[in-house]
């Protein structure tokens, strides 16, 4: 996971008062040890914010900030707005149609984020979920990468997936993942309706917990050598079939 230079500030007063605007900061890296003083106001607002800070050695922070001035601290601001959750679902609600979000669940590369957000996007979903904890940030390269769509469809971020999708179910909302060993076929399943399509880590799938909260598993059925496919091409198969289902309900 790469950090863009061109979206850092760096500095305690800078990160300050960065903090203090309506900047969309998206994480804040912070030397190991660092908590007196400006920090330790930063570390506050940060809290409070719901901004992800990170510890990490003086090293990491000189790498990022050759001059090394950063005085311990920088931020990187993300190139997007972000929204709540609720604001996802009054987009359907505007739009006199049923929800549909996508939830990332540990997608760690931001080039398939980027390309997750674009298939939603072209497909007219209503927002992507991701969370802020252990996964690709929106930096510039994803939104490269979504090519352009991260600036159109609605993103927030959510410190707990798990959670979410509880609130979700409580607004209306059904619960798919995809899983090799999934009960139907993905296009089996009925996948009109008020939806939340839920993508899994690249590696790993679908978190365990995540999983007791999906509503049904489906699977997209394999006739060569590979067993999975990529989240990002898993992803754009079970949105334009919600997409067909749709169309012909």
């Not at 900030?65 to 609720?86: C, K, L, M, T, Y």
């Not at 598993?217 to 590979?226: D, F, L, N, R, S």
């Amino acid at each position: 996971m790469t950090e863009e230079k061109n979206d850092i500030i760096a500095g305690r007063n800078p990160v300050l008062e960065a903090l203090r605007s309506t900047a969309q900061i998206s994480r804040i890296l912070v030397a190991s040890g660092s908590k007196e003083g400006t920090i330790r106001a930063i570390l506050a607002i940060a809290k409070k914010n719901n901004v992800l800070v990170k510890e990490v050695s003086p090293v990491k922070l000189n790498s990022l900030i050759p001059e090394g001035n950063h005085q311990g601290v920088v931020a990187f601001i993300s190139p997007i707005r972000f929204v709540d959750v609720d604001e996802l679902l009054q987009k359907a609600k505007d739009l006199n149609e049923d929800p549909l979000l996508v939830i990332l669940d540990g997608i760690e590369d931001v080039h398939n984020l980027g390309a997750i957000a674009r298939t939603a996007e072209a497909a007219g979903a209503h927002g992507l979920i991701v969370q802020k904890h252990r996964a690709a940030p929106i930096t510039p390269t994803a939104v490269k990468a979504s090519s352009g769509a991260l600036m159109h469809l609605p993103v927030s971020v959510v410190t707990n997936i798990s959670q979410t999708i509880d609130y979700l179910k409580d607004k209306g909302l059904w619960t798919v993942g995809t899983h090799q060993e999934g009960k139907d076929k993905y296009y089996q399943a009925n996948l009109t309706g008020p939806l939340a399509i839920i993508i899994g880590n690249e590696g790993k799938g679908i978190s365990r917990l995540v999983s007791t909260k999906c509503d049904f598993m489906v699977q997209i059925p394999m006739k060569g050598k590979m067993t999975s496919l990529n989240a990002s091409a898993a992803a754009a198969i079970i949105i334009f079939e919600v997409v067909k289902q749709r169309q012909l309900k």
